[in-house]
């Protein structure tokens, strides 16, 4: 087994303690508002499968474009350099792009309170544990690993500072080119994980029992590959004509937005969004 067939496996864990089981992408108001209903009968039409779908397009097509990118710039930044050239200017050169792409995050999220929240505690969740567990991984022992080290925890002290956010599709792409994960597979990853945590939502909010959770989920590969198929290829631009008419990252259920924001207003409520 390869490295990266290994850490993807790690990535993917379920326990992995990055936060994202205290969300719900908008689930949980979804159902007390009546969007989705619960135990609908696979014979009508079924609202959660309705609700998830959507999610993963919007998904797909706001923010996979960040994470996509701030892939790509991590990676060039950090197969850059060689060992002498871990030093203040390398890992400076590593962040501006990133902290770039971050900015612009923050602003397409600046109308939905909720959602930047997650958005910030998954991210620095992600990143804390890069810091505190991956970083010290023996294969993190070469230029680029050390070169990633340092540029992670100058990050996560810029957030502590409030100078960037840290939101999560930039922080997860980041740590995997930091570690060595493809372009391809951390795509794959991001969207997954998605999925999966809605899922999650679903059954312990008793919308859905884990059994007919795990068959859902086994359905959603061909949708979940139809996306990347369309849309793996999207990067954020931020001096085109191109972006400035909403070409590159764009919310394609605004319907769903609105009951995100709205999770703050519930009465009573399990999740944290």
Same mark, same amino acid.
């Given at each position: 087994?390869?490295?990266?067939?290994?850490?993807?496996?790690?990535?993917?864990?379920?326990?992995?303690?990055? %936060?994202?089981? !205290? &969300?719900?992408?908008?689930?949980?108001?979804?159902?007390?508002?009546?969007? !989705?209903?619960?135990?609908?009968?696979?014979?009508?039409?079924?609202?959660?499968?309705? $609700?998830?779908?959507?999610?993963?397009?919007?998904?797909?097509?706001? #923010?996979?474009?960040?994470?996509?990118?701030?892939?790509?710039?991590?990676?060039? *930044?950090? %197969?850059?350099?060689?060992? +002498?050239?871990?030093?203040? +200017?390398?890992?400076? #050169?590593?962040?501006?792009?990133?902290?770039?792409?971050?900015?612009?995050? *923050?602003?397409?999220?600046?109308?939905?309170?909720?959602?930047?929240?997650?958005?910030?505690?998954? @991210?620095? @969740?992600?990143?804390?544990?890069?810091?505190?567990?991956? #970083? /010290? &991984? /023996?294969?993190?022992?070469?230029?680029?690993?050390?070169?990633?080290?340092? #540029?992670?925890?100058?990050?996560?002290?810029?957030?502590?500072?409030?100078?960037?956010?840290?939101?999560?599709?930039?922080? $997860?792409?980041? !740590?995997?080119?930091?570690?060595?994960?493809?372009?391809?597979?951390?795509? *794959?990853?991001?969207?997954?994980?998605?999925?999966? *945590?809605?899922?999650?939502?679903?059954?312990?909010?008793?919308?859905?029992?884990?059994?007919?959770?795990?068959?859902?989920?086994? +359905?959603?590969?061909?949708? !979940?590959?139809?996306?990347?198929?369309?849309?793996?290829?999207?990067?954020?631009?931020?001096?085109?004509?191109?972006?400035?008419? @909403?070409?590159?990252?764009?919310?394609?259920?605004?319907?769903?937005?609105?009951?995100?924001?709205?999770?703050?207003?519930?009465?009573?409520?399990?999740?944290?969004?």
């Amino acid at each position: 087994m390869d490295r990266e067939t290994w850490l993807l496996w790690l990535l993917a864990d379920s326990q992995l303690p990055t %936060g994202g089981f !205290v &969300a719900s992408a908008g689930l949980e108001a979804a159902v007390q508002a009546g969007l !989705v209903h619960e135990n609908a009968p696979e014979t009508e039409r079924d609202s959660f499968v309705e $609700f998830i779908r959507s999610s993963a397009q919007n998904q797909a097509r706001f #923010a996979l474009p960040f994470c996509s990118l701030a892939h790509e710039q991590a990676s060039q *930044q950090l %197969g850059s350099k060689d060992a +002498d050239a871990v030093t203040d +200017d390398a890992v400076a #050169a590593v962040l501006e792009p990133l902290q770039r792409i971050d900015d612009y995050h *923050q602003a397409m999220l600046s109308s939905n309170s909720v959602a930047m929240r997650a958005s910030i505690a998954q @991210g620095g @969740g992600l990143l804390s544990l890069f810091n505190r567990g991956y #970083a /010290h &991984a /023996h294969f993190m022992a070469d230029e680029r690993g050390r070169l990633g080290a340092q #540029a992670a925890k100058r990050l996560q002290r810029l957030a502590r500072l409030g100078e960037v956010r840290g939101h999560w599709p930039v922080i $997860f792409g980041f !740590v995997c080119a930091a570690i060595g994960i493809s372009l391809e597979h951390t795509q *794959q990853l991001y969207l997954f994980q998605f999925v999966r *945590q809605i899922f999650s939502a679903a059954i312990r909010l008793n919308l859905v029992g884990p059994l007919r959770a795990q068959a859902l989920q086994c +359905d959603m590969q061909l949708f !979940v590959d139809g996306l990347l198929t369309q849309h793996a290829h999207r990067r954020v631009a931020f001096e085109t004509l191109e972006d400035m008419f @909403g070409e590159t990252v764009v919310y394609t259920e605004p319907v769903l937005e609105l009951y995100q924001g709205m999770h703050d207003r519930l009465y009573s409520r399990i999740f944290n969004s």
